[in-house]
T-cell receptor, first 115, second 114 residues
Framework: AQKITQTQPGMFVQEKEAVTLDCTYD???????LFWYKQPSSGEMIFLIY??????QNATEGRYSLNFQKARKSANLVISASQLGDSAMYFC????????????FGKGTKLSVIP | DVKVTQSSRYLVKRTGEKVFLECVQD?????MFWYRQDPGLGLRLIYF???????EKGDIPEGYSVSREKKERFSLILESASTNQTSMYLC?????????????FGSGTRLTVV
C-alpha cells in the first residue's frame, strides 16, 4: 500500500520569499512517481511538477522545484519568490502501477502568501 | 487542451435519493477516475475505469457505483445518498501511454446531502 504524508495543514509565507512544503511517502514499489498539484479556491487541480523514482536530478519547473531525497522518502516542494497567486491548497501525490497509474494523495497543505 | 467537464458545480440532494454525478472528457482518454475530497483527508479514490465498460474499485467504493457506457463519459452513482456523502467530488481522465503527465481534472462537484 502507498501512503503520502503532509504534516503541515497550513503555512504562511511573505511575498517574494521562498517556502518549502513537506511531503514524505511510503511504498514498496521500486518504480513510482511523485507529483505536486495546486488547487486554488476555484477547485481545479493544477499539475505543478513531477519526479520519477529513478530520476537522478531534482525536478524543476520555473519557480517550483522538488527536493527529492529517496533514502529519506521525502519529496518536498520548494516555491521560490512567492506570489500572492500562490495562495492555494497544495497536494503531494504518488503514482505507480503500469497502465492506470492511480494516484494516492496526501491531505494537503494550505499555503497563504502575505503581502 | 483536454477538457474534463463535470455537469454540476453545486448539487443539493435529499437523503435517500439516487444521485448521478456526470463527467465528460473530450480527448478520447482511456482512463477515468472519481475522487472524493474532504478537508483534512485530501483526495481519496472511489472508482476508476481503464476503458469503456471496465471499472475497478478504489479505496472507498462503499455506497457508490459507476457506469462507463461510452468512452467519454464516466458517471458516479450514489444509490441512496446519505449525509456522510456530502463532499467535493473530482473527476479526472488520463490517456494511456502519457505516463505521469497525462492527468486532467475537472473543476469538481460540491454535493450536499440534506
Amino acid at each position: 500500500a502507498q501512503k503520502i504524508t503532509q504534516t503541515q495543514p497550513g503555512m504562511f509565507v511573505q511575498e517574494k520569499e521562498a517556502v518549502t512544503l513537506d511531503c514524505t511517502y511510503d511504498t514498496s514499489d521500486p518504480s513510482y512517481g511523485l507529483f505536486w498539484y495546486k488547487q486554488p479556491s476555484s477547485g481545479e487541480m493544477i499539475f505543478l511538477i513531477y519526479q520519477g523514482s529513478y530520476d537522478q536530478q531534482n525536478a524543476t519547473e520555473g519557480r517550483y522545484s522538488l527536493n527529492f531525497q529517496k533514502a529519506r522518502k521525502s519529496a518536498n516542494l520548494v516555491i521560490s519568490a512567492s506570489q500572492l497567486g500562490d495562495s492555494a491548497m497544495y497536494f503531494c501525490a504518488m503514482g505507480s502501477g503500469a497502465g492506470s497509474y492511480q494516484l494516492t494523495f496526501g491531505k494537503g497543505t494550505k499555503l497563504s502568501v502575505i503581502p | 487542451d483536454v477538457k474534463v467537464t463535470q455537469s454540476s458545480r453545486y448539487l443539493v440532494k435529499r437523503t435517500g435519493e439516487k444521485v448521478f454525478l456526470e463527467c465528460v472528457q473530450d480527448m478520447d482518454h482511456e482512463n477515468m477516475f472519481w475522487y472524493r475530497q474532504d478537508p483534512g483527508l485530501g483526495l481519496r479514490l472511489i472508482y476508476f475505469s481503464y476503458d469503456v465498460k471496465m471499472k475497478e474499485k478504489g479505496d472507498i467504493p462503499e455506497g457508490y457505483s459507476v457506469s462507463r457506457e461510452k468512452k467519454e463519459r464516466f458517471s458516479l452513482i450514489l444509490e441512496s445518498a446519505s449525509t456522510n456523502q456530502t463532499s467535493m467530488y473530482l473527476c479526472a481522465s488520463r490517456e494511456i501511454g502519457t505516463g505521469p503527465y497525462g492527468y486532467t481534472f475537472g473543476s469538481g462537484t460540491r454535493l450536499t446531502v440534506v
